[in-house]
């Protein structure tokens, strides 16, 4: 039936040309933006999933950044320790010296006074970042290490990696764990030393005599024990965190793919489908221009 009021054809063209604009908006946002799913409108799950990756991956990264801090802060007082141990052993040989007949104790007093004071110096630049893990400062070090979501229905929580502090000299910071004097390099006696030794403040009075000189070679052998276990106990602090950083890094690169995977628009696909969109709308113009023309094929039965 043919009629002047009702046009089906018309409604029919116009309905299909309306779903292909819409769909040519829809991609022409994929093509312009980059991605799938920009909102929650486009998909509330997938959205919402990637939302809580994105967050995750933010908090990664910086996490990622502060164990490269901690690295570095450790990696200096490995080095700091390693050349306290050299020192130290330096001061060995020098009171070792002091113990052979004739020695000048003046001159050898004079060095030893230099090498303390090159321990001194040694712990007080071994700082980074503000931090300084020889000092006495802090009497440990908790260093962010990963991650734990709990999604709004358990606490989320920051784990760490922990370094007991050991000073090498105390008194360190505003308010020193360690109080000044009590550092290992301070008042070391190891066993069978009759007093401790202060090699931050070593002079000729430290190789006056043959039993001081034990002493003094006593303590020193403590001392060296003691920083060479500090060593390695940073040292497998600092491969613990290395590790942990390239874990991090890995899940980091993982929660990228991750969120590209779910919210970015393919764009050979994207492409393709616009050119189809774009001649489908070409075409349901012209058959909507058709549709129209059937009023003026009724006007001509009446000529």
Known sequence: MSSILTNPS???ALQSLRATQQALASTQKE???GLKISSATDNASTWSIAETMKSDQGVLSTIGDSMAVSSSLLNIAQTAVTNAISVLNNIKSAVAQAAQPGADTAKIGTSLTGLSNQLKSIVASASFNGLNILDGSQSSFAFIASY???GGSTASALNTIDLTATALIGGGGASP????GSGILEAAQGT????ATDFTNLSETDVSSSS???DSLTNADKVISD?????AQI???QTTITGQAAFVKTLNEALTNGVSSLVDADMNEASTRLQALQTQQQLGVQSLSIANQNSQIILKLFQ
């Open 10 to 12: 018309a409604i029919t």
């Open 31 to 33: 093509v312009s933006t």
């Open 148 to 150: 734990t979501d709990g």
């Open 177 to 180: 764990a360690v109080a000044a």
């Open 192 to 195: 069978g030393a009759t007093a």
């Open 212 to 214: 001081v000189i034990t």
């Open 227 to 231: 920083l060479t276990k500090y060593a």
């Open 235 to 237: 040292g497998a602090t």
